[in-house]
């Protein structure tokens, strides 16, 4: 299913998503804190097609699990064309089906995940759909980093 990569070169991942809001930074912020739990060196970023600013409720549902993303930056993909990444997570179509020629060499992975800003209803429906998608990714995010680091 993944790929596994040579253990003792630094390694740059990048998380791609549509706005670089939500599901890329919940992503981002579940794969540095597994990295941290388990000592594995590789540098982690996220970006969108476009930068939203990293939505509020992103922020407020993984402080809810002790995770903090709201020191994380919403950035366009345009401002990493200077890096070499070994690893791009697309966590939605769109993303996928736009990510740049550029980042084809590196090995890619795609998950889809329902956007939770999209959702409309009641405050409490919302808030259920951040912590579904939330959750989602973090049973996601540990298997796929073991599978970059544990042969």
């Known amino acids: 299913m993944y790929m596994n990569t040579i253990k003792d070169e630094k390694l740059n991942l990048l998380v791609l998503c549509t706005g670089n809001s939500c599901r890329s930074q919940i992503t981002e912020g579940f794969l540095r804190y597994f990295c941290n739990l388990n000592n594995w060196d590789i540098n982690i970023y996220s970006a969108g097609i476009n930068a939203e600013g990293v939505n509020p409720r992103a922020i407020e549902t993984m402080q809810e699990i002790g995770i903090d993303i709201s020191k994380h930056s919403s950035n366009k993909i345009e401002e990493f064309n200077h890096m070499k990444f070994s690893y ?3 966590v939605c179509d769109h993303a ?8 084809k060499d590196a090995i890619h992975f795609h998950k889809n995940f329902k956007d939770p800003s999209k959702m409309n209803g009641h405050e409490n429906y919302i808030k259920d759909c951040f912590r579904n998608c939330r959750d989602e990714i973090e049973l996601f995010a540990l298997p796929y980093l073991k599978s970059i680091f544990i042969e």
Not at 96 to 103: K, M, Q, T
């Open 88 to 90: 791009v997570l697309t």
């Open 96 to 103: 996928n089906e736009s990510c740049p020629i550029y980042l």
